[in-house]
Structures are given as structure tokens and as C-alpha cells.
């Protein structure tokens, strides 16, 4: 066992560039790990620059120079985020304020439901059962105005953190679009000399995280979109609000678009009953996520994502339970990383 151990070892580990990539790797997950709340801004900020990179970029093609390209899309960038904050936030937040306050209402007409289903499907409820359920929906409804002033005080802190978010988040992007090529080769001065396979693993991964991104980006824009013009247009109440949960949804692959079903079936099924109108709502929403699944996703990650799906779940479940919505959010990347490092590790003994 021993020396099936060190010969490991010594396939594995006997090259300098392999440490060194170990030991990158594991600093920057121990960063993650116990870092990463702290760094969330710059994070944030790092992910936005992705974003835009590409148009500074093909700003500079059409013969721009730099900082020029750099201000043009800052400025770009800032528009959309006051419109953001000034029109899309308090339309949202009218939103929420209204469901909360609909809340009451939808609970005493399901416990109102729950207590027909006796009638109508005797062989597979009691009337015991329905008043069990309906006297646990009743005690939880009790304490559903005292839940909302809590949830609301105990947020306040977090009101603080956005507007650090939308103060320190747009000077950290300016700053990483005007001195990307500083800030690269500031790092790679960290570096050894000798960084073939750091550069391997690197190129790689620069390449499809920056696609990952944008594609994520666009398939939430598209999917938000295109979820709120068919909201709108059935008439489904808090269209706005449940367009974003469906675009935001596709952040979580697979387990996000079941999630997200849930609110809307709710609405809908409150708002119209089991009648023809709720149907033709859950198949409208039906052909959206299997159009984002089937047409948009292998469109936009055909080359960036080649993981298989239980890969992609347990990298899910992983990085968010390590890093919460940023572990989720770059689960993908992560996932491609490892196997970045695991598809080179092996030619180690051969350099």
C-alpha cells in the first residue's frame, strides 16, 4: 500500500508546476470558503466586467481607443443600472407588497378548497385529513403578519449591503475594464516562470468561464423577457415579479425551473381556478422552459458547458451549500475547472 501510495505521489505530484496549481487551487477555494461573503463585491463586479469586456473589445476592433471603449460602455452600463434601481426595483417591490398582502386571502380560499376535497375525492381523502392540514395552514397563517414585520425589520442590514453593492460595484467594473492588462500581469509576475500547465488550465478556462457569463447573462434576459410578454399578455397577475423568478431560475440548472413552477402555478390557479385560462397559462409555461431547455441552452453552451447533468447537480448542491448564491451561480465553471485540472494533470509525468 505503501508504494502504491508514493508511486501516486510521485506520478502525480513530482512536478513543480503540479504543486504549484494545488496549491492556487486550494488558496483560492479556502478564499471561497472563508472569504466569500467579504469579497462578493469585487466578485460581483468581476462577473459584470465579463459581461462587458466583449464590447469593449469590439469597440477597440472598430479602431476606439481603450479608455474611449472603456467609458462608452461604463457609461452604457450605468444607464441601465439607474434604470434599474429607479424603475424596476419599485415596480417589483409593488409587487411583492401587493402578493404579501394577497397572501391571507389565497390561504383561506385553499383551506376553503382543501375542505370540498372530502366530497369530491372521498376514496383517496378524509374529512380528518382535510382538517388536519386546514388547522396547520390556519396556526402558520397566524403568525404570517408577525413573520412579514419580522422578515422586514431583520432586512434592514441588508438595505445597507445593496448600497454598498451600488457604490463600491461600478468603480470596482471601471477599474477592471481600464486596467485589465495591469492587473493580468500583475498576477502573472506572481507566478512562476516555468507555468505550462498553469497556462493550459488557465487559457482553458478563461475561455469558457467569459462564455458561461455572457451565455448565462442572455438566457436570463431572454428567458425574463420573453416569460413577462406571455405573463403580461394572459393577464396573470404579478407578471413582472414572476418574470424575474423565471429568468433568475436558469441560474440553477435543472432544479431551478422546478422550483420556480411552484409560485406560478399558485398565482394562476388562485387568480383562475382550474379553469381553461390556467391551463393554457401552464402550457405557455411549459413550452417556455422547454424551449430554454432544449433550444436556448444547447445554443448558447454547445461549447462552453460539456458536464453531464448529475455532474452538474452535485456541483450545484456543492458550491451552494459551500458559497451560497455565488456557489451556485459559478457551480458550472467550477465543475469545468475540475475537470480542466483533472483532463491535464495526467500528462504531468510526461513534461
Same mark, same amino acid.
Do not use: C
Given at each position: 500500500?505503501?508504494?502504491?501510495?508514493?508511486?501516486?505521489?510521485?506520478?502525480?505530484?513530482?512536478?513543480?508546476?503540479?504543486?504549484? #496549481?494545488?496549491? %492556487? =487551487? @486550494?488558496?483560492?477555494?479556502?478564499? &471561497? +470558503? *472563508? !472569504?466569500?461573503? $467579504?469579497? /462578493?463585491?469585487?466578485?460581483?463586479?468581476?462577473?459584470?466586467?465579463?459581461?462587458?469586456?466583449?464590447?469593449?473589445?469590439?469597440?477597440?476592433?472598430?479602431? #476606439?481607443?481603450? %479608455? =474611449? @471603449?472603456?467609458?462608452?460602455?461604463? &457609461? +452604457? *452600463? !450605468?444607464?441601465? $443600472?439607474? /434604470?434599474?434601481?429607479?424603475?424596476?426595483?419599485?415596480?417589483?417591490?409593488?409587487?411583492?407588497?401587493?402578493?404579501?398582502?394577497?397572501?391571507?386571502?389565497?390561504?383561506?380560499?385553499?383551506?376553503?378548497?382543501?375542505?370540498?376535497?372530502?366530497?369530491?375525492?372521498?376514496?383517496?381523502?378524509?374529512?380528518?385529513?382535510?382538517?388536519m392540514v386546514a388547522e396547520t395552514i390556519s396556526g402558520h397563517l397566524a403568525g404570517f403578519g408577525q413573520w412579514a414585520l419580522s422578515f422586514s425589520i431583520s432586512k434592514l442590514p441588508g438595505v445597507v449591503g445593496i448600497m454598498i453593492y451600488l457604490i463600491l460595484v461600478p468603480i470596482l467594473v471601471f477599474f477592471y475594464l481600464k486596467d485589465k492588462d495591469e492587473l493580468l500581469g500583475w498576477v502573472g509576475t506572481r507566478l512562476p516562470t516555468q507555468r505550462r500547465l498553469i497556462l493550459q488550465v488557465a487559457d482553458e478556462m478563461n475561455e469558457q468561464i467569459a462564455n458561461y457569463i455572457r451565455g448565462k447573462a442572455i438566457e436570463i434576459l431572454i428567458v425574463g423577457v420573453v416569460s413577462f410578454i406571455a405573463f403580461a399578455y394572459l393577464g396573470l397577475n404579478y407578471a413582472v415579479l414572476l418574470a424575474i423568478l423565471v429568468g433568475l431560475s436558469v441560474v440553477v440548472p435543472y432544479i431551478g425551473a422546478t422550483v420556480v413552477t411552484i409560485p406560478v402555478a399558485i398565482i394562476g390557479f388562485f387568480q383562475w381556478g382550474g379553469s381553461q385560462d390556467f391551463m393554457v397559462l401552464m402550457i405557455v409555461y411549459g413550452i417556455i422552459q422547454a424551449l430554454d431547455g432544449n433550444v436556448l441552452v444547447p445554443l448558447l453552451f454547445s461549447e462552453a458547458v460539456n458536464l453531464h447533468p448529475v455532474a452538474i447537480i452535485i456541483a450545484v448542491l456543492v458550491f451552494g451549500g459551500v458559497w451560497g448564491f455565488w456557489g451556485v451561480f459559478f457551480a458550472i465553471p467550477l465543475a469545468t475547472l475540475l475537470k480542466a485540472v483533472m483532463n491535464a494533470w495526467p500528462n504531468v509525468q510526461d513534461t
Open positions: 500500500m505503501k508504494d502504491f501510495i508514493r508511486g501516486w505521489l510521485h506520478r502525480y505530484l513530482s512536478d513543480h508546476e503540479a504543486l504549484v #496549481l494545488l496549491l %492556487i =487551487l @486550494a488558496s483560492g477555494f479556502l478564499v &471561497i +470558503i *472563508f !472569504m466569500g461573503q $467579504m469579497l /462578493a463585491p469585487a466578485l460581483a463586479a468581476l462577473v459584470l466586467a465579463y459581461l462587458m469586456q466583449g464590447t469593449v473589445n469590439w469597440l477597440q476592433h472598430r479602431k #476606439l481607443p481603450h %479608455i =474611449l @471603449a472603456v467609458n462608452v460602455v461604463f &457609461i +452604457i *452600463f !450605468m444607464a441601465l $443600472m439607474f /434604470a434599474a434601481v429607479f424603475v424596476l426595483v419599485p415596480l417589483v417591490w409593488q409587487q411583492v407588497t401587493g402578493l404579501l398582502n394577497e397572501v391571507p386571502s389565497m390561504v383561506r380560499e385553499g383551506q376553503k378548497l382543501l375542505r370540498e376535497l372530502p366530497e369530491l375525492y372521498p376514496a383517496f381523502i378524509s374529512e380528518d385529513q382535510a382538517l
